[in-house]
């Protein structure tokens, strides 16, 4: 049996599918090189000049709250990571102030979801940093 070639419409496909495979395999380096112009959400910041902030979380009942609230914290611009204890209703922040981290955007989502979202008082931010760390619970 003779072989057939290919016909143009294959041809086309596949090589649209080769394209579209190498543009994603590489996304992260034209990212990367095209710089935050792009997107600011699509690279990481950096963890030297981010800081950590405390915030007071009413509403929360359950691990489930937990979670939807730690979600919403992370997706946020300029959090590096969250650590947030629906049993004493604390969240801890280490954010990049330079990456564009608002707290009043996330409190503003928060409300929308029922929940109270305000920055710690001086003594229970010095609570809550005592032994804890992102990644860690708050003990108060």
């Known amino acids: 049996a003779a072989v057939r070639p290919p016909r143009p419409r294959a041809l086309r496909s596949l090589a649209m599918r080769t394209a579209l495979c190498l543009g994603l395999m590489f996304m992260p380096e034209l990212l990367r090189a095209y710089g ?4 600011l959400a699509s690279i990481a910041p950096g963890t030297a000049a981010a800081t950590m902030h405390y915030f007071d979380v009413e509403g929360m009942g359950c691990e489930a709250c937990e979670v939807h609230v730690r979600s919403v914290i992370e997706r946020s611009s300029g959090v590096v990571s969250a650590d ?3 049993e004493a209703g604390t969240a801890a922040v280490l954010a990049a102030e330079d990456w564009g981290f608002d707290p009043e955007r996330i409190r503003a989502i928060l409300k929308k979801d029922y929940y109270d979202w305000a920055p ?5 931010a010095g609570g809550a940093g005592a032994g804890a760390g ?3 619970a708050a003990a108060r």
């Open 36 to 39: 935050p112009s792009v997107s």
């Open 134 to 136: 992102v990644g860690g």
């Open 120 to 124: 710690a008082d001086d003594a229970g």
């Open 84 to 86: 947030v204890d629906f």
